[in-house]
Each structure stands twice: as C-alpha cells, then as structure tokens.
C-alpha cells in the first residue's frame, strides 16, 4: 500500500521545510482499519488521516506540520477535528475494546521504551518480585482466560499440568503458525507488539520453571519475525531477556523457529515434530504436551493471541479480566474481518458481542448494500451462520451449539451473491491440500467429500450425495487424529443444515 513511500516522504519533506528535529516521525503497527490504510496519525492533535498516498506527505507536512492546519480531505471524519480525545471517536472503534490489540498503532514496535511507556514489563517485574507462581496460576484462573488458538482450553489448567511434572527442563512455546485462509491477527499482533509475546512468554517460564522457549512462526511473515529479532535482542540488551534477569537469578531465553507453511503444523503436536526438525505431522495423544511435549519435556503451547493477554492479567488482576465478556468466556475476542464487509479490517470486541454489531456497526454493513447472507467463523474448522443468528452473542459455547467454532478468529462476510456450496467446497478444498496425510478418515474422507462437492458443483449430482457426505462427514469428526480432519467437514455440514435449498438448486437444475 505504499506506507514505507509516505515515511520516506514525510521524513523528506519535514528535511525540506527545516523541522526535521522538531517531529517525529514513526512507523507503528497495524491501527486495524485496513479499509482505511494506510493510516497517519498527527499527535498530539489526534487528526486521523486516511487513504494516504504518497504525494500527500507533501501537504500534511506543509499544512499541518508547519502552519497547525489539519488537512480535511485526508481526515476520515471531517466532523472529527482537533478537539478530539482518540480512536474511540471513531466509529469503527466505538464497541471495540482493546485488551490485545492495547499497543497496536501506538508504540514503535521497534522501540521497547515505548512498550515500557505503556506498562510494559511491569508485570514481569511483578511476577519475578512479588508473586510466587501459584499467585500467577491463581491470577490467570480468576480470569478464565481460555486459550484463543481455537479449542478454547483453560489457560491456567495447561499451565498447571507443565507445572506439577517433576522435571527439570521444561519449555515455553508461541504458536504463531496463524493459516487460516482470511486470518491476520497474530501476525499484526506480532508485528506492532512483539514485546508482549516476549514478556507473557518469560511470565510463563517463571511460572512453571522453564528456561527456554520457542516461537514457531510462519516464514510468510518476515516483518513479524523481523520485529520479534529486533525486540528479543532489546529485550536481552536491558537484560529482561537471558541470564538472572533483573537480577532475580531466573534464566530465560527465546528461540525463533520458522516453519514452512503447512497449515497442520497449527496444531500443537505436529508444530512440536516440525519444531524438532521432524516433518510436521501430528501425534497420538496423550501424552498431552503439557506433560510430554518438545523433546519429550513438559510444554507450554499457547497462540500469539492467548499470550497477548498474559501480561495484561498479570497487572490488572484475574477479576477485572474475567468482567469482560460473558461467564463462560471471558475477555476479548480478535477477529480479522473480511469479505464483503464495508470495513474489513482487524476488530477486538468483548466476548458475547453479536454478529450484528461486529457485522453491521464496527464493519459498517454489507459492501454495495447488497443483503447479509452468512458469515464463516473459524476458517476452514468452523462453519457457516446465517442471518437468524445475527443476534446470538458471540462465545465458544454458542460458537459450537451452532455447529461452526471460534477458531484463531477469521470472520469472512458473505452476501446474496456467494453459493454456500462453493464456500463448502472451497474450504474443503483446502483442508484436502493441507491434509498430512497420516489418518485414512481425513486423507480419504476429505478427498472423497470433496469430489461429491466438485460433482454436485458442476450439476452432476444426486440427491443421495447428501447424505454420503453428512455420513462421511460425521465418520472424519469421530475418527480423524487431529483437529484439521476432525472439523474438515464442518463448513460443508454446517452449510447442508442452513442452506439445504442451494444444494438442491445444483442437483434439480444440474447446475
Ligand atoms: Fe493428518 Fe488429517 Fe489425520 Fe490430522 S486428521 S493427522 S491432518 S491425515
């Protein structure tokens, strides 16, 4: 989009018109409102300037920066000038609540001052000064937080297992393989906050006497791994990273792992084999890898988004976290909203916000007024939901009763146009590809699902193909090894169940 042109050219321009000393000028990470990108933000006058090109560096320097005039063509709101308070006037923001996405687009992630500045640390300094680990455990227990990864486990109870093994090495792990088709929020997470994955990474260690952690993350995200380095090698340099940290005599240190793109290696076994140099497959549990995990020791696996929340517990309290949110699932939920939404872009919104806000007021509606047909949650694992369920409050459990999940927190938005079927099959599509292999009811299940699928597509199906694949379907859920086979059929029996007629269409018309 051009946003290393527009900081070049600002840094120029603010060269040119002799106030180079007196601005600064930096890079943060993603503000989340992709639609509106690339986004500059002038402080401390709050003006919020969108779709920048370029060519408009010139004028913001020139009007803004030197005579204290903001540009209006380039602000979103042009009712919203300099007398506001932040993004919270924006309505894009206005029922988003930021626990994870708290330093995004406001620090220089490149800067561990700035995460300093906003808290930062405060809660390793807590755990390493003044909290035993049970306290943390108990802290994280009070939140109830629950692991964002998908499977919505209890973070305090994995961390617990790792815990109580009597083992003297024992390892840390940041699962950053995000591979959902439509999924983001790790990687900007990671990229306009890496020091909030350092620091709940080293919390953990403390907590369950580990000395080493792992981040696996994707190849595909070069920025986020650049910025993770940059923040390690800080982190080591003001010694809150490496040997005695802070003089507490605890060690801890991290190790970045790249991976090569396979979507199973997501799942916490086969990103532990390929982690060891094995090809990324998946193992028989248990052994849980809580108990048996990297290199046969006690691990703790938990995403970039879970991690996120760690250091924010830690200092808030448990309580104040498990407010938010409903009492099942607690806290804030990121999604990466996409499709054909007005406003596509990153959202985080306490659990139990409706489909329809998240749609309809934070992503501003259907794109070109076209009507709302279904939204997928949880990617190729989750399933589709259609408009009845616009108003069911979003969390793990309803997630679930509606036979689609949470998932890592891709939402893709469809509307009249889209054919469920093609949805199906193109999610199937991709589990297919992705399959490792190792199960027969995810490697024959899923490819002979998806040949029902391409028949009935291209207007040669039966009515009995129906029910062959709600019959395979149910066979891969029971008996496939790992989460990829188990929820592979998801979208396709979740969209048997809500738009049956589409698939009649095909067969009827033999369309
Ligand atoms: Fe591999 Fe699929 Fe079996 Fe998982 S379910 S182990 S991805 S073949």
Not at 253 to 268: K, N, P, Q, T
Not at 436 to 450: D, E, H, I, S
């Given at each position: 989009a051009k946003a290393d042109d527009i900081f070049r050219n600002l840094i120029h321009e603010a060269e040119k018109a002799g106030i180079r000393e007196?601005?600064?000028?930096?890079?943060?990470?993603?503000?989340?409102?992709?639609?509106?990108?690339?986004?500059?933000k002038v402080l401390p006058d709050e003006s919020f300037y969108v779709q920048v090109k370029p060519d408009d560096a010139k004028e913001i320097v020139a009007e803004h920066l030197v005579k204290g005039r903001e540009v209006p063509r380039l602000l979103y709101d042009k009712s919203l000038s300099m007398s506001r308070t932040g993004l919270e006037d924006i309505e894009f923001y206005q029922k988003q609540f930021r626990i994870v996405l708290r330093n995004c687009g406001f620090i220089n992630p490149d800067d561990i001052n700035e995460y300093i500045a906003r808290d930062g640390y405060a809660a390793l300094e807590k755990v390493l000064f003044e909290m035993s680990p049970e306290d943390v455990l108990e802290e994280l227990k009070k939140s109830k937080l629950r692991g964002r990864g998908g499977a919505g486990f209890p973070t305090w109870m994995k961390w617990k297992f790792t815990k109580d093994v009597d083992e003297s090495e024992k390892y840390i792990a940041c699962n950053a393989d995000e591979g959902d088709p439509g999924a983001y929020m790790d990687r900007s997470t990671l990229e306009g906050d890496p020091h909030s994955i350092l620091e709940a990474m080293t919390i953990a260690g403390r907590t369950v006497g580990a000395s080493k952690g792992y981040i696996y993350i994707r190849a595909e995200y070069p920025l986020a791994i650049k910025r993770l380095k940059t923040a390690m090698q800080q982190a080591r340099d003001m010694n809150l990273?490496?040997?005695?940290?802070?003089?507490?005599?605890?060690?801890?240190?991290?190790?970045?792992?790249?991976?090569?793109?396979?979507?199973?290696?997501?799942?916490?076994?086969?990103?532990?084999?390929?982690?060891?140099?094995?090809?990324?497959m998946p193992r028989v549990r248990p052994p849980f890898p809580a108990v048996q995990g990297i290199w046969g020791k006690p691990t703790v696996i938990n995403n970039v988004e879970t991690w996120a929340n760690i250091p924010v517990i830690i200092t808030r309290g448990g309580e104040w976290f498990s407010k938010i949110g409903t009492e099942g699932s607690?806290?804030?939920?990121?999604?990466?909203?996409?499709?054909k939404i007005n406003n596509s872009g990153l959202v985080e919104v306490p659990m139990g916000t409706t489909l329809r806000e998240i749609i309809f007021d934070i992503g501003g509606g259907i794109k070109d007024g076209k009507k709302f047909k279904a939204a997928q949650t949880g990617g190729p694992s989750g399933g589709v939901l259609?408009?009845?369920?616009?108003?069911?409050?979003?969390?793990?459990d309803n997630l679930i009763k509606l036979g689609s999940m949470m998932g890592s927190g891709g939402l893709i938005v469809m509307d009249e146009d889209d054919c469920m079927v093609d949805v199906a099959k193109f999610y199937l599509g991709f589990c297919v590809d992705e399959s490792?292999?190792?199960?027969?009811?995810?490697?024959?299940?899923?490819?002979?699902?998806?040949d029902i699928l391409d028949k009935i597509t291209k207007g040669q199906g039966e009515m009995e193909d129906l029910e062959k694949l709600e019959t395979i379907g149910a066979a891969m859920k029971r008996a496939s090894l790992c989460g990829l086979g188990q929820t592979a059929p998801n979208p396709t029996l979740s969209t048997i169940k809500y738009f049956i007629d589409e698939y009649k269409a095909h067969i009827e018309d033999k369309k």
């Open positions: 007196e601005v600064q000028i930096l890079k943060t990470g993603c503000f989340g409102f992709c639609e509106q990108g690339p986004i500059v990273l490496g040997d005695d940290i802070l003089g507490s005599g605890f060690n801890f240190d991290i190790e970045i792992r790249l991976g090569a793109g396979a979507f199973v290696c997501g799942e916490e076994t086969a990103l532990i084999a390929s982690l060891e140099g094995e090809r990324g607690t806290g804030t939920k990121v999604f990466a909203l996409t499709g259609k408009d009845d369920f616009l108003d069911t409050p979003i969390d793990y490792c292999g190792k199960c027969a009811p995810c490697r024959v299940g899923g490819k002979t699902m998806y």
